[in-house]
């Protein structure tokens, strides 16, 4: 029995707030969690009180509760986004794959009106729920995005950490793609502002969003800042406590710029300024120095966010995920943008992973750690508390808060055999966020039965996809299809 479906004020405004119900989760796997070490449980049942998860034991438990049917499912615990930038996810997608940059269509969504950003807004969101993801670690893009995901994230009942990225998007493109590193000593002043702005609107997130949504601090990438604005991200961060949230070795440029301005790469560079005093989140990686960062970073206790969609799709080159499997780094798994399909980003991260470490084993300079699926699985859940420092998020046991997804690993063609397998982790290979059939946020079922609950999933689809198709006629007018940039142009 699903629980009550939502009344609907627009295309994601529920007209009361969404409650959690108890209930019974009857599972066919259950993937729990004992002594740190993530174990599956066969025919097991999850019992929710509220918000929590109060017990789970094998087999059926008899009473009067509601009862979710995931028998031919594996349970896992809510994945966590861990570098998500929502708003503009979609409309970039499939028009920059053969080279042409994001610039203009993020510059365009800055340009919408609170409404269309909404649509858009709610249209990505629910594409990342209905993957499987309950907790965002998200880097808006502008104060407006963050306005605009905290708007339909409240609506929803969706547990986030929002940061807003500094530089600002309508002004970052110049400054990361500058031909003078004057233009970088220019915009100190906006980008103090601006993380004084993000200081406040973390502030007023932390004490009105109660446990579901909280403020965080973000910067662009280390290419984009210098000491001052380094200094402020961390008073601001430290004030907020949570974290700050920041691209790290993303791209040679930003390597080159480091060496270039402060004779340092970027790890090393941000240590020597004592930048990661506070818990740091650090996206991509991918041109860090596989012999010094690593221990430089394990040093202190930075979180790596394993982006595995966004590198496979574009033209970046694999992220060193082996590496930082091998050298104990704690690992969170992110959606970044363009693909919102969490089940994607596990699979590719285990199989982009795999070939990655085949090819280059012999002859790395650092040890590397074939990935395993169940490697993927726990960067997606519990090394995604782990980051956050919530020991309630990320695991499916007593006490835990009831963040969890129900994967369907039985119904051929796609994923399953027909019957329940006896190894269902390896079942998430060949699936994707189609399989996923419940998702569950604080106690709140957002999705039952592969469907959005919480909004008018066909208003929100047609409204979103409305936006972006906006987007590309003034992308059209511009003429900007005519002139795409050769492939690695902005590499």
Known sequence: MPHPI??????????????PQDCVIEAGWVLTEQDDQQQLLRDASIVVRGNEIVDIVKGRLRGWEVRVDASDCVVLPGFISGHPHTSISSPARGVIEGGRFMDRPVAMVEQLSDEQLDALTAYNIAEILKSGCTTFVEMSASIRHAESFVRVARAWGVRAYVSIMA??????????YRDNDQVLFDS??????????????????NETGGDLLRGQMGLHAVDTQTPETLKAAQRAAEELGNGIHIHVAQRIREVQACERLWGMRPVAWLESLGFFSQPVIAAHLYKMDPVLDPAILKRHNVNYVHCACMASMLHQASQPFPEALASGLNISLGIDQLSNDYMENIKLATLNGQLRTNLLQETSKVPMQRPRVEDAVRAATQGGGKMLRRNDLGKLVPGAKADLCAVDVTKPPHGGVGALPPEPLHHLLYSNGRNVRHVMTDGRLQVHFGQLVVADEKRVLAEGGEVSRKIWELLEVEKWFQTAPPPNSRG
């Open 188 to 205: 100190i002043p906006q980008t103090l502002r601006e993380i004084e702005d993000a200081r406040q609107f973390g502030l007023t997130l």
């Open 167 to 176: 530089p600002n998007g309508p002004r970052l493109f110049d400054i990361w």
């Open 6 to 19: 939502i009344m609907l004020q627009g295309p994601f405004m529920p007209m009361k707030a969404v409650s």
